[in-house]
């Protein structure tokens, strides 16, 4: 893969987009979903796709309770784990591949969450969003999850034009110092939910507005 190379004058920009959000959020690494341990986080990131973290926060904090572990998740009936998750949606896929992706944690990873890319990926349920969830707030490698909020607004900020979540991921890892691979979902997180909203943006309230390509127009 050819190395981006930015202009004098867009690395500046860069730069001085990553300032802002360091100033305005803090370097503080957060992660919202609620867990525990590994797996709890690998179990919720399952449970976040196509739902809110707040209406998974309020599921997990039950279902923890009766699903304490990975050999619990293990030995899960389908169709109890169904009614537990339900309100999570796409609860069929969902609980069929926790329990399968609890299953070869144990019997291929000894009951550990795996730390690479490829073993994680290698997990039902599991793509490169979530591994990367777990490989940024478990392990502190540095990744970039690409969720809604980060296509969106990366594509505002002019940092990717793609589409494809895996090709926005290496377009943002070309074009965002190692160090803030992690940080960057978490300040684009609270961004999106703020000022830069999907159906609404409230660009002449934020601070980006003369650095992004979208709000200085």
């Known amino acids: 893969m050819t190395k ?13 987009v990553l300032r802002r959000l360091d100033e305005q959020y803090t370097t503080e690494y957060r992660c919202y ?17 196509q739902c ?14 009766k699903y304490p572990d990975v ?17 999570t949606g796409f609860y069929h896929n969902k609980a069929k591949n926790i329990i399968a992706c609890a299953q070869r944690v144990i019997t291929e990873f000894g009951g550990e969450v795996p730390r690479s890319l490829e073993d994680l990926t290698s997990l039902a349920g599991v793509g490169r969003k979530t591994a990367n969830v777990i490989r940024g707030n478990i392990y502190y490698e540095p990744s ?60 002449e309230e934020c601070f980006l507005k ?5 709000g200085s127009r």
């Not at 981006?4 to 001085?16: D, G, M, N, P």
């Not at 867990?35 to 986080?41: D, F, G, M, S, Y």
């Not at 003369?210 to 979208?214: F, P």
Request: contains cysteine; hydrophobic residues 40%; aromatic residues 6%.
């Open 4 to 16: 981006k190379k930015l202009s004098k004058t867009e690395q500046a920009r860069v730069a001085e």
């Open 33 to 49: 979903l609620n867990h525990e341990t590994p797996w709890q986080l690998l179990v919720a990131t399952i449970l976040s796709a």
């Open 52 to 65: 809110t973290d707040a209406r998974v926060n309020i599921v997990t904090e039950d279902l923890f309770k």
């Open 71 to 87: 050999y619990a998740f293990a030995k899960a009936d389908l169709k109890e784990l169904e009614q537990d998750i339900h309100a």
């Open 144 to 203: 970039i999850v690409v969720d809604t909020h980060v296509k969106r607004i990366s594509n505002k900020l002019g940092f990717t034009k793609e589409e494809d979540p895996e090709k926005i991921e290496f377009d943002l890892m070309e074009v965002l110092p190692k160090d803030h691979w992690i940080l960057y979902n978490i300040h684009i997180i609270t961004l999106g939910r703020t000022i830069c909203t999907a159906r609404s943006p409230k660009c």
């Open 210 to 214: 003369d650095v992004c390509k979208t």
